[in-house]
């Protein structure tokens, strides 16, 4: 037994058993203050770790949420761009459509048929007729268009907001993990640490 330095820096321990000598009032070896800190060191990197991956996490979702609202936007101008489109297209086609007119009328004119009455007037309410319906064709192509621009990126935004809730979720379990395990650290530390007084 010594009551000097023995292993260069314990004071009044048992050299032999490596235990607080009687009557000196005990304390930590090297090995058991190194056991206790590093049980401290390993609950704190737990929750450090458990925190930045779930802020990390966390951080993704909200740029696929910002993502997902930019492409429903787009979608959006995309639709209306279809819808404007058409409406060129239609105001081009009528004109196409008065300009044949004006030439039957004029034509049958030469040739002093009436123009309001029989294969005259025939032949312009044909031209008027295939005139409407290229309209609403072109109409309802721009619609589907616009439509299908609209239910891609509602489509898009709900997957991206299930994933998003899935993502948080699991940022959330990460944490909770983290902190168990941190909390399992120190209780490991305390015990470590009782059992040296």
């Known amino acids: 037994m010594s009551y000097g330095y023995s292993n260069g820096w314990q004071v009044g321990m048992d ?3 490596n235990k607080p000598a009687a009557g000196t009032g005990g304390g930590l070896s090297f090995d058991q203050g190194v056991a206790v800190s590093m049980g401290a060191l390993s609950a704190l990197a737990s929750i450090g770790s458990a925190y930045a991956q779930s802020q990390a996490m966390r951080a993704k979702a909200s740029f696929d949420d910002k993502m997902a609202e930019i492409n429903m936007r787009f979608s959006d101008l995309r639709g209306a761009d279809a819808l404007a489109r058409a409406e ?3 105001r081009r086609r009528r004109v196409e459509a008065k300009k044949t007119i004006g030439s039957q009328r004029a ?3 030469a040739q002093g048929i009436a123009l309001n009455d029989g ?3 025939e032949a312009q309410e044909e031209t008027a007729a295939f005139a409407a319906s290229d309209v609403l064709t072109i109409r309802n ?3 589907r268009e616009a439509w299908g621009y609209k239910v891609a990126a ?3 935004q709900t997957a991206t907001m299930m994933e998003s809730s899935g993502i948080r979720f699991s940022a959330g379990q990460t944490l909770l993990t983290g902190g168990i395990n941190a909390a399992r650290d120190i209780a490991s530390a305390a015990r470590e640490y009782r059992r040296t007084r």
């Open 141 to 143: 192509n721009a619609w």
């Open 119 to 121: 294969t005259a007037l």
């Open 107 to 109: 034509s049958f004119g």
């Open 88 to 90: 060129k297209d239609v």
């Open 15 to 17: 050299t032999t058993i």
């Open 154 to 156: 509602f489509t898009g």
